[in-house]
DNA sequence: TTAAATTCCTCTAGAGACTAGAGCATTTCG
DNA sequence: CGAAATGCTCTAGTCTCTAGAGGAATTTAA
């Protein structure tokens, strides 16, 4: 049986980050000792990987409950499984898009500023001013 | 004189976000009508557009509030404008990076799976179960 | 065995950038 | 003038944790 520091230290995952999956229903509450702290076995060790790991991959908690959920049943079809990985795949590569336009548009505006103007002259300051100065739509 | 419902619709930014900008210290406390109702001009709505530009290029609250302090100190030297837009242009660029590895494990599990299997066999439940099936180290 | 050190408990609040709603006041328009 | 629209302040909620208070349990060392 492991205490939650135990089970901390073999994640990497916070104390207080446990108890807020306990809380959000990722983790099945505990059972707990005698003077009523949190004991782990091997199976919260696996489902916390499990958490972790997904949320690694970006996976918000609401979609964690639902894979946890179908892993819990494993006859059933994984198109849901699929069909949630999918889903976060698309909205990644769409972030993607978004923060590679806003690169270049950041990358535009410092690369005419110098650093060696007067703030007036500033093109950074300018282009936050005037939104004329743009190249897209953002 | 604009009411901030005319600010909101001239800018686009919700009338909660206008006044959320004046208690962050980006915009300064409006005038007043008799009755307490803010009273906007032409000086704000440009200085309003600055934030919601800023914003837009994903500037956080704090960088806009020294950006708009620099903008005041029109004879300052903008090394520190080309700083703060350089320091966001990075970090833009390293969630972009953090992102691309995440889109290619993420797509490299979705394409081992083709929402066909029992769950107990979906790559997708399985490499959340196990790390070693992982490609990288995220 | 007991004292000290460590870990644990619950509860509350804070982060960031808003958004929503309650309950009431002001302004505008017909 | 009266109704509708807009405004005001204040509080609380979003999301995923993180930090701290104040106190209890457990482990380690003397």
């Given at each position: ?93 769409e972030k993607i ?42």
């Amino acid at each position: 049986m492991l205490s939650i520091g135990d089970l901390s230290r073999r994640t990497g995952v916070k104390v207080p980050t446990i108890r807020y999956y306990e809380q959000m229903g990722l983790l099945a509450a505990a059972e707990r000792s005698e003077g009523n702290q949190r004991r782990y076995e091997r199976g919260d060790l696996e489902r916390l990987a499990f958490i972790r790991h997904a949320r690694d991959l970006g996976l918000d908690i609401s979609a964690i409950r639902e894979l946890i959920s179908l892993s819990e049943h494993p006859n059933q079809p994984c198109a849901d499984a699929d069909r949630i990985a999918s889903d976060h795949l698309k909205a990644v590569r769409e972030k993607i898009e978004k923060l590679k336009k806003l690169e270049q548009e950041l990358a535009r505006i410092v690369s005419h500023c110098d650093g060696d103007h007067a703030i007036e002259d500033c093109y950074v300051i300018r282009s936050l001013s005037d939104h004329g100065l743009c190249d897209g739509e953002h």
